[in-house]
């Protein structure tokens, strides 16, 4: 009867460390965790109030647990964002890193643990990401060169002033590559004269106005075209041109479709700008995400049909590559406001009002 006895306690003990599981698999997640590292809140709010939005409801909507925090910017606290998430074994990191050399470490970390992951609108040159969400860079360049030439008409010896983005940023440099596809033969042959193309750290409006006020001086107060990169930069170059007197005179290209750029856009003092659908990225993302967080690798590469060439790892990433669009001041209306992408009552506010009711931009 003991023999028994001890035979029944011992069968319930093994099946009560089944049922309940060691420490270790107790705190192991119920649904898979997609960690998601943001860079920051400034230059641009976007990431703060599109991106993180967007991706929790898609995350949430499938049953995926996000964790999404943002580095502000700062690297040491980026990488122990980053060593956090790892720890908490999430099954996919995402993340948009603040410099490649950043990103590459983090992610030897996380492969490291076996973690999959994410290049997300920026790619980590030399890193091990497996997959990279973004935009078309290349294109967007090209696009906003293709702007730049429409507003400068038929004038020949334009002098052009480029204001490109953060020098630690790849998608800054496929930016500018995409520009010199249209603009680097016209340099070449004379029919526009570059000149000087200056990369500002951080995508800083203030230091791009600066730059740019340089630049201006030292050629005698003389340009025709500016190819600003986005339209913050864009902003802080008409800044300079209105004390100048020559806003509305100077040919100005942006990015990012934000409010100040639009109003500037109606206002003819930024010649275009360049309209990426953050919900189509924020959306492209998570579905790659989701899709590898339960396992299907080969959904996963379904999903992402292009390739990114890594140079200084010299191999190719996965990619999903969305499209963009040309914002000039006509079709702001079709393509911006009745998407939704502004509110026409912020549009349209103070001296943008008479231009809005002439366009037939209707404000609620």
Excluded: H
């Excluded at 499938?62 to 964790?67: F, L, R, S």
């Excluded at 999430?90 to 490649?100: A, F, G, Q, S, Y």
């Amino acid at each position: 009867m003991g023999r028994m006895r001890t035979a029944v306690v011992g069968c319930l003990l093994v099946l009560l460390a089944t049922a309940c599981g060691s420490g270790a698999e107790q705190s192991a997640p119920a649904t898979p965790l997609v960690g998601v590292i943001l860079p920051d809140n400034s230059p641009t709010a976007r990431w703060e109030s599109q991106d993180r939005p967007m991706l929790e409801q898609a995350f949430e909507f499938a049953g995926i647990e996000p964790v999404i925090e943002n580095a502000e910017g700062d690297e040491a606290k980026f990488s122990a964002i980053a060593d956090r998430m790892i720890e908490k074994k999430v099954k996919v990191l995402m993340i948009t890193p603040l410099t490649t050399e950043g990103g590459a470490n983090i992610e030897r970390k996380a492969k490291s643990a076996g973690i999959t992951v994410i290049n997300y609108d920026r790619i980590s040159l030399g890193g091990q990401a497996d997959y990279y969400v973004s935009f078309d860079n290349l294109n967007i360049g090209e696009l906003q060169a293709e702007g730049l030439l429409g507003c400068l008409g038929t004038k020949r010896n334009a002098q052009i002033i480029e204001i490109q983005g953060s020098p630690t940023d790849n998608s800054a440099t496929l930016i500018a590559d995409g520009q010199r596809r249209r603009l680097g033969p016209l340099y070449d042959d004379g029919t526009l004269k570059l000149v000087r193309s200056q990369a500002i750290e951080k995508w800083d409006a203030g230091l791009g106005s600066t730059s740019f006020e340089q630049i201006l001086d030292a050629n005698n107060g003389k340009v025709d075209g500016v190819v600003a990169a986005n339209d913050d930069l864009a902003g802080g170059v008409i800044d300079v041109l209105r004390e100048r007197g020559l806003a509305k005179k100077v040919a100005v290209t942006g990015q990012d479709a934000t409010l100040p750029g639009l109003r500037a856009l109606l206002l003819g003092e930024q010649c275009v700008t360049i309209y990426k659908p953050i919900r189509d990225e924020a959306n492209a993302a998570a579905r790659l995400a989701i899709t590898l967080a339960k396992g299907d690798v080969t959904g996963a590469d379904d999903l992402a049909t292009g390739n990114t060439r890594d140079l200084v790892a010299r191999r190719d990433v996965k990619s999903v590559l969305l499209g963009a669009d040309l914002i000039t001041r006509d079709n702001v209306r079709q393509l911006v406001v009745t998407e939704n992408v502004v509110k026409p009552a912020e549009l349209c506010a103070g001296e943008v009002a008479p231009i809005c009711e002439q366009m037939g931009i209707l404000v609620n």
